[in-house]
């Protein structure tokens, strides 16, 4: 039984408390029994229900202890098929780069924008100025 392949696409179809699997490092496991019994509470379970948690359990910095429990879970594992959301490796590199990267380049676009400003403010008030002159 544990060796059953799963698509994601099946197991995002398992997101009820009685029948709720989650993908933790493409294993598929079954919490349906643990989701009354989680120490973190059964929201964040069922929250990540058909769906990929192992960025989720990995942030919470579960135990040994926790990792057993998800061992007895074990139904099957995923198989991958293109198109398929992949939030492990995909969302700390992206998030990493759109803080530093774009905030950074923010940054500089900003300073500059308000370097132009200031230049165009200073050639049309010298403009406006010279044109008082004249008259
Ligand atoms: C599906 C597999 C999961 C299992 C088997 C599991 C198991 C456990 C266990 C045994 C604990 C007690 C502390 C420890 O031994 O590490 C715990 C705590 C906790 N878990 Fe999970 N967990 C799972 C998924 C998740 C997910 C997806 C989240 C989402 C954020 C989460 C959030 C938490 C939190 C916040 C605590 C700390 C609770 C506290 O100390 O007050 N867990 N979990």
Redesign the pocket.
């Known amino acids: 039984m544990s060796n059953k392949e799963y698509t994601y696409s099946e197991v995002s179809e398992h997101t009820g408390k009685k029948d709720l699997l989650?993908v933790?490092h493409d294993k598929v496991?079954n919490?349906s029994s643990?989701v009354d019994e989680?120490?973190?509470?059964e929201e964040?379970?069922l929250?990540?229900g058909g769906q990929d948690?192992s960025e989720?359990?990995e942030?919470?910095?579960?135990?040994d202890?926790?990792?057993e429990?998800?061992d007895g879970?074990l139904v099957g594992t995923l198989k991958r098929q293109p198109g398929d959301p992949k939030p492990n490796p995909q969302t700390q590199p992206v998030v990493g780069a759109t803080n530093t990267g774009s905030g950074a380049g923010m940054g500089v676009g900003l300073y500059a924008l308000c370097l132009v400003g200031v230049a165009v403010a200073y050639v049309g008030y010298t403009y406006i100025n010279a044109n008082k002159d004249k008259a």
């Open positions: 989650v933790i496991y919490c643990f989680h120490p973190g509470g964040v379970l929250d990540v948690a989720a359990f942030d919470v910095g579960h135990s202890e926790a990792r429990i998800l879970m």
